[in-house]
């Protein structure tokens, strides 16, 4: 993802005195034109609420007092948090930046559009049931929630939106109209053939992140919807942080020299199940949590066990130590495929064209066909700024009282997660891997595939027999939807179950009552695959996502199929390789196999230095 800063002119802030819908002239709900020369046509502008300055300690203290987070909203989102922070940075093979708060925003402001099962999921997926069955008014809870945090100086800033374009040819329902306006959300109508469209959406990206986000979008005749929402974070440290030169040891027990930030002061600290934590204070009342696991255990297994993320996010409240920390400063660009995640966490109906009930929102029909978010961070010796984008886009149907006489040393030299939050909500969460990684540019570790990359799907596990070595455990049905949702079509014989799916196709071969294998076609870019892989990606980004000793060498055409990397470590055997056909690269196959006949194989179908369809197989021989 490319990224740009430039100055912008302040945002204008104003009280905002919220209207009703019938308060709005009838021409604004309706509209009268299905084209737009100039672009989409605006029909709600809030005014943005009015922040404190952070130097102006009694009115900072005053807006926070004026607008109480509530607790149901408060649960929720740090249910939300860990469960979605799961399912995308679980196991990771990258830098990884996620902003839970930007995607949280983004479905409830969907989920105030819908009726019937698509909103009682996403209140679900959202922690929010019960709250709403309780007569409470979300959307309300969520403008009262971002007037609590919101900061609005120059080198102090939070600042949430929202925008939704709506198809031209469709009219919002003017009970929506209420609900954007709560959470201070702007609503147009646009022709999304028209490329003004997307230069619109560009625009209005890069001036609610201060240019910091600048992401490429693209809009087609078919679309009818899309909801964006993006938060922008800007804040300097506490407390004085000093440069300095260290090591740092990356996953593969490789040492790097990088820039490191270092400060002496006291904050919070504690000692978890395998990790120690510090709660770094900044301006604003912000804080950024890093946990560095211990040498013994480290990052990965800490994030995949059971509830590992939420404990992370969360570690506790520790005690104040004096602290000497030392931690690298790095920068980095992530983009999500959002889409499988969402299924994990029970958001289904929204996704079918036979569930789907927008009708909330809009007169026409409209169902989700795409969720993503970019985001960048960069954190140095002047502070933090962080944004986030998440897009949703849519078409028709078709140790306490010890006192410590020397600091406590917190030196985080190996990869470590983080989590920057406001007044406890999460904001930003993610791991690093390696700081030293170019920002801007992918940040893959080029290792071998691995079981891991097949936990990419959240309900696959991998099972670990009584001699310690990993076996293979094959979803049933029930995995495939709870991943999935539920399919357009299902075939059935004596040897397979097929499921058709809008991105393609997932297929279970039987072994009696149980199943010996399964292979997931990916024919769209609806669906990401292994390391955020996706249909339309580069063969050059496919081969930085993994391992390649040919790297920088010329392929050799006159061979029928080349070795990217071969490898074994006794109960593994990893290999990638590249098949040509008439000297034209055709496909690319990465595969891990064990000791007892079981293999975990991806293929990617290459045309004109495309990717056209991603097979996952895994199978028992």
């Given at each position: 993802m490319k990224t740009m800063k430039r100055s912008l002119l302040p945002l204008a802030m104003a009280v905002c005195?919220?209207?009703?819908?019938?308060?709005?002239?009838?021409?604004?709900?309706?509209?009268?034109?299905?084209?737009?020369?100039?672009?989409?046509e605006a029909v709600f502008l809030p005014d943005a609420p009015v922040a404190a300055s952070t130097g102006d300690y009694i009115a900072f203290r005053a807006q926070k007092a004026e607008n109480p987070i509530a607790g149901e909203?408060?649960?929720g989102i740090m249910r939300f948090t860990g469960e979605s922070t799961a399912a995308?940075?679980?196991?990771?093979?990258?830098?990884?930046?996620?902003?839970?708060?930007?995607?949280?925003?983004?479905l409830l402001l969907a989920a105030g559009g819908t009726r019937g099962a698509a909103q009682a999921e996403l209140y679900a997926a959202l922690g929010l049931t019960d709250a709403v069955a309780a007569g409470a008014n979300p959307a309300g809870m969520a403008g009262a929630l971002y007037r609590n945090i919101h900061l609005g100086d120059q080198d102090c800033a939070l600042i949430i939106a929202h925008a939704v374009w709506l198809h031209a040819g469709y009219s919002y329902n003017a009970a929506f109209l209420d609900t954007a306006a709560a959470q201070y959300g702007e609503l147009y109508r646009a022709d999304f053939g028209d490329a003004a469209t997307a230069g619109h959406m560009s625009h209005w990206v890069a001036e609610k992140t201060r240019g910091l986000l600048n992401p490429p979008i693209t809009t087609k005749e078919d679309q009818r919807l899309a909801i964006f929402n993006t938060v922008y974070l800007k804040t300097p440290w506490l407390k004085p942080v000093f440069s300095a030169r260290r090591t740092f040891t990356l996953l593969s027990g490789r040492e790097i020299e990088t820039d490191f930030l270092r400060t002496d002061l006291t904050a919070p600290y504690g000692?978890?199940?395998?990790?120690?934590?510090?709660?770094?204070?900044l301006e604003g009342g912000l804080d950024m949590t890093i946990v560095l696991p211990d040498e013994d255990t480290g990052l990965l297994p800490l994030l995949t066990r059971q509830g590992g993320a939420q404990e992370l996010i969360s570690p506790g409240t520790g005690y104040l130590r004096k602290l000497h920390a030392e931690f690298p400063q790095f920068a980095f660009d992530t983009a999500f495929g959002l889409e499988t995640a969402l299924y994990a966490l029970g958001v289904r109906a929204a996704f079918s064209p036979a569930a789907a009930d927008f009708s909330g929102l809009a007169d026409g029909p409209v169902y989700l066909t795409?969720?993503?978010?970019?985001?960048?961070?960069?954190?140095d010796k002047t502070g933090i700024e962080a944004a986030a984008l998440t897009q949703l886009f849519g078409e028709a149907m078709a140790a306490p009282g010890q006192k410590e006489e020397e600091p406590i040393r917190f030196i985080v030299n190996r990869p470590f997660f983080f989590c920057i939050a406001a007044e406890g909500i999460p904001l930003f969460v993610g791991v690093v891997l390696d700081p030293g990684a170019p920002a801007g540019e992918a940040t893959q570790s080029a290792q071998p595939l691995a079981l891991s990359d097949f936990q990419y799907f959240p309900h696959f596990q991998i099972a670990t027999d009584n001699a310690g070595e990993q076996d293979?455990?094959?979803?049933?049905?029930?995995?495939?939807?709870?991943n999935f949702g539920q399919p357009i079509r299902v075939d059935e014989d004596d040897y397979t179950v097929a499921l058709t799916y809008p991105f393609g196709d997932v297929a279970l071969a039987k072994a009696g009552d149980t199943f010996s294998g399964i292979t997931i076609r990916i024919d769209t870019d609806a669906l990401a695959g292994p390391r955020g892989i996706r249909v339309g990606d580069s063969l050059e980004t496919l081969l930085a996502a993994f391992q390649n000793d040919r790297a920088g060498e010329a392929l050799d055409v006159q061979n029928d199929e080349i070795y990217l990397y071969q490898e074994s470590d006794g109960a593994f055997q990893r290999f990638g390789s590249a098949t040509f056909i008439a000297g034209e690269l055709v496909t690319v196959d990465y595969n891990v196999s064990n000791s007892y006949q079981q293999a975990c194989w991806v293929s990617f179908e290459i045309r004109g230095g495309m990717i056209t369809q991603i097979r996952w197989d895994v199978y028992s021989a």
């Open positions: 005195l919220l209207a009703s819908s019938a308060a709005l002239p009838a021409l604004m709900l309706c509209g009268v034109s299905s084209a737009f020369a100039a672009g989409p909203l408060l649960a995308l940075l679980g196991t990771p093979s990258k830098n990884l930046c996620y902003s839970p708060l930007s995607l949280y925003y983004a000692l978890g199940d395998g990790y120690a934590w510090a709660r770094l204070p795409a969720a993503r978010q970019d985001t960048h961070i960069t954190v293979f455990r094959f979803p049933g049905l029930e995995v495939v939807t709870a």
